[in-house]
Every structure is written in C-alpha cells, then in structure tokens.
C-alpha cells in the first residue's frame, strides 16, 4: 500500500501562483500513474492532471490546461502540481492518488490517496 502526503496549499490571491507537493512512501511509486483531483463541499472529486510512471505522459482537465503543469521526481518519490494564474475557480481540496492508468479521470479508478490540502482563491 502506498502512503501519500500533500502539501503546499494556502490562502493566495487571484493570479497568484502554488505549488502542491505529494510525498509517497518508500517501495513502488516510480510504478504508478499519478494524479491530482479537487474537490469542493457537495460536488464530486474533479480529475486535474495525471502523469504516467516516468512522467512522459501528461493529461489536464480542459479547466486547468496552460496554467497547471504535474511532474514528477522518481528519485525522491514525489509528484508535483504547479499551479499559475489562479482563479476564485480553483478554489478546493487538492488531493494526490496513484493508480495504473493516467487516462482514468474517475476518482473511484485510482487507488491510493492523500489527506488533500486546501487551497485558496480570493478574488
């Protein structure tokens, strides 16, 4: 089982930029697809940004695209989310998963996850 823990989040202001950092523990996670979701209260995770193992591949939500860019260190078994440009849109829970297929945007095809942290937009 993979442990992952976010970081990063915060109150910003619009235009302003974040950088999420996902930590996982030790053992397989240059195997795994990588992802980022949010989620806001009373609506469903959103898929963000997923990356392949060796972070060849990228995929965005159409919402994010040109502003936010994932990557990953395999060295140090984490995965990031930069995040410019920001908007009161953007404002969610941000939370990191792993799975085996950076094409699934379903939360419910990925199998580990993150705390989440909170990030702020205010206009």
């Known amino acids: 089982q993979v442990q992952l823990v976010e970081s990063g989040g915060g109150l910003v202001q619009a235009g302003d930029s974040l950088r999420l950092s996902c930590a996982a523990s030790?053992?397989?996670?240059?195997?795994?697809?990588m992802a980022w979701f949010r989620q806001t209260p009373g609506k469903e995770r959103e898929f963000v940004a997923t990356?392949?193992?060796?972070?060849?591949?990228?995929n965005y939500a159409d919402s994010v695209k040109g502003r936010f860019t994932i990557s990953r260190d395999n060295a140090k078994d984490m995965v990031f989310l930069q995040m410019n440009s920001l908007k009161p849109g953007d404002t969610a829970v941000y939370y990191c998963?792993?799975?085996?297929?950076?094409?699934?945007?379903?939360?419910?095809?990925?199998?580990?996850w993150g705390q989440g942290t909170q990030v702020t937009v205010s206009s």
């Open positions: 030790e053992g397989t996670f240059s195997g795994y697809a």
């Open positions: 998963a792993c799975g085996y297929n950076m094409y699934n945007v379903r939360a419910s095809d990925w199998l580990y």
């Open positions: 990356t392949s193992w060796n972070g060849g591949g990228k």
